[in-house]
């Protein structure tokens, strides 16, 4: 299915009303795509992962920390629809601080045989290089050998260099800016926004140290 464009120049989006913890204040350069969009946004993707998995369970496997809140909306809207699946999660890093490191450090709980033989979806917040992606796919394949492996992730970045892997469902095509909220972090603030902003360089100068525990 083809994903939603955002432009290079802001949007003319409204701000004024949105919610967010006050010490965040001063922390965005503007909003990129707000909360009602990403909701509108999931239930068009869950419809097309529901046209490909009529009938099946597929497994929706969660990259957290990031792709967590939209991973829910997607869940919803797959609930609305009458679609069984299955649910997995897994923890995976390559980011410090706003740029990719070039390596993937995996984590979490997950047992490869829970998807051995079912047809799984990954469901990611962002992909910009596709270096995760690149590490984890040969990792399931191998160690998992699933019966279909597929990507949804809620944003793509438009880079100069192609991405190294790609995904099937793509909620939105955004600009090379670093972006935080629904999920997504800059070194584990900013998650708890709803909607998806561009960080100024008040929030990346920001020590969250100033924060109470």
Known sequence: MEHIVIPDAPRELESAGCIYPPEYEGHFSH?????????????????????DYKGKRPVLLCV?????????????????????FYTEFLRLSSYEGTETSGTVKVGGGLNYQDLTGKDVVIVEDIIDTGTTLSHLLPILEKEAKPNSLNVCTLLTKRLQTPAKCEAKY??????????IGCGLDYNELYRDLRGI??????????????LHA
């Open 31 to 51: 909003l990129l795509i707000k909360e009602e969009e990403i909701i509108a946004r999931a239930t068009d993707l869950a419809k097309a992962i529901h046209e």
């Open 64 to 84: 957290l920390k990031g792709a967590s809140s939209f991973y829910f909306h997607l869940l919803e809207a797959l609930q609305d629809l009458r679609q069984g």
């Open 170 to 179: 793509v909620g939105f095509s955004i600009p090379n800016q670093f972006v």
């Open 197 to 210: 902003w561009v960080i100024s360089q008040q929030g990346i100068d920001f020590d969250p140290k100033q």
